[in-house]
């Protein structure tokens, strides 16, 4: 078994909260590790809307959840920050030298002098289909997310949400052109939908061509056979329940913000989010700091932006137990420091 790392900073996710926070450490000659869950940095920018463009990055008048990703990427390059993806923070227990041990869920182990919480709305977990026992075909005929799309190919498909995610998929799976399932059936509890207008009438307009089916309705049981899902049970608006046959079910309901093991940490949390003040940005337990969607404050909006300003600040509480024989970190500006050219190695 390997020593735990030892390290002055770990950042939990790797959102473009958690990226900028790289940043902000390493102007004050802080390293950090990160880690996260999912298998990419970017967070919701990459796991919800990577082609959408976002507007209000200051002095980036668009870029996509995908281009603003890759631009904190490059940015924080200099900083050598190390990444550790696919693994989830299980553990932040904080010790008796006022250090904190940090573990994931694929056992490494961190002794870390601060630890940053960047967690956003926490590890994703997508809402389920509440059919009982409906969950024991997922991975084999129900999903919740497309991994590879291919799984998909030659299979009667029914697509059940109203949502962007919901939409885009559909338009990917019944498109003209060389078809990619055998039929696709889109469902929705009504005739009504939360996607952006040119997706919905882009599905509409497949109706018409004969290429997917649209229904309203709720699933209300199902049919197996051969311990194989067959059919959905959906009830109607008319009131009466037929049987939908398909070999693949898609489900989009949303993500629903799970806390996951940071609800274990001994933290004070307020609705699911972290309380912190807006001097450091620390969590009640000194050392400990959130940014991001994860804390709350008074006033508090969750806008990248607002991540970035906590960044900065939380980075500066960081430096003051990290170097504590320096009495004042001095701000420096980046444009005209020369230990600042020297750490982002523009020289
Ligand atoms: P997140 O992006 O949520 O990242 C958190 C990361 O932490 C995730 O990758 C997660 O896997 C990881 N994580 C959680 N728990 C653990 C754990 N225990 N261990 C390891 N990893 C963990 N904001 C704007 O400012 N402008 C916009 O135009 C805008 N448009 C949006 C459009 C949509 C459709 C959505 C859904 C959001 C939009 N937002 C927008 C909001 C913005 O995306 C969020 O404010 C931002 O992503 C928050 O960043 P974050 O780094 O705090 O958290």
Request: charged residues 20%.
């Amino acid at each position: 078994e390997h020593a735990p790392v030892e390290t002055d900073a770990v950042i939990i996710g790797a959102g473009p909260v958690g990226l900028f926070q790289v940043f902000e450490l390493g102007l004050l000659e802080i390293k950090a590790h990160v880690i996260d869950a999912l298998p990419h940095p970017g967070g919701q920018c990459i796991e919800l809307y990577p082609d959408k463009p976002i507007y209000d990055i200051p002095a980036v008048p668009v870029c996509t959840g995908r281009e603003l990703t890759e631009n904190l990427l490059k940015q924080i390059e200099p900083f050598g920050a190390t990444f550790h993806l696919g693994e989830e923070v299980t553990v932040v227990e904080r010790q008796d030298d006022g250090r904190f041990y940090v573990e994931t869920s694929k056992g490494t182990r961190f002794i870390a002098r601060t630890v940053f919480i960047a967690a956003g709305v926490g590890a994703f977990q997508p809402r389920a289909l509440k059919l009982g026992g409906v969950e024991k075909f997922a991975g084999s005929q129900l999903f919740y997310r497309v991994q590879n799309p291919a799984d998909f190919a030659d299979k009667d498909l029914v697509i059940i949400g109203g949502g962007d995610s919901a939409l885009d998929w559909t338009l990917h799976f019944a498109a003209e052109g060389p078809k990619l399932a055998r039929s696709v059936i889109l469902m929705h509890r009504r005739d009504g939908f939360q996607a952006a207008p040119a997706s919905v009438a882009k599905m509409k307009h497949l109706c018409e061509a004969g290429e997917m089916q649209f229904l309203v309705g709720q699933a209300v049981g199902y049919e197996e056979a051969d311990g194989r899902l067959k059919a959905l049970k959906v009830a109607g608006p008319d009131g009466v329940t037929r049987a939908v046959p398909l070999d693949m079910l898609l489900v989009f309901f949303g993500l629903s913000p799970k806390l996951g093991p940071i609800a274990e940490w001994g933290l004070d949390i307020e609705r699911k989010q972290l309380v912190v003040d807006t001097e450091k940005f620390s969590t009640s337990v000194p050392g400990i700091f959130a940014v991001g969607d994860i804390n709350t404050y008074p006033g508090k909006k969750k806008l990248i932006l607002s991540g970035f300003h906590e960044c900065a600040l939380a980075a500066f509480g960081a430096a003051a137990i990290i170097f504590p024989d320096k009495d004042k970190i001095p701000l420096q500006y980046t444009t005209t420091s020369t230990r600042l050219h020297k750490v982002l190695g523009v020289e």
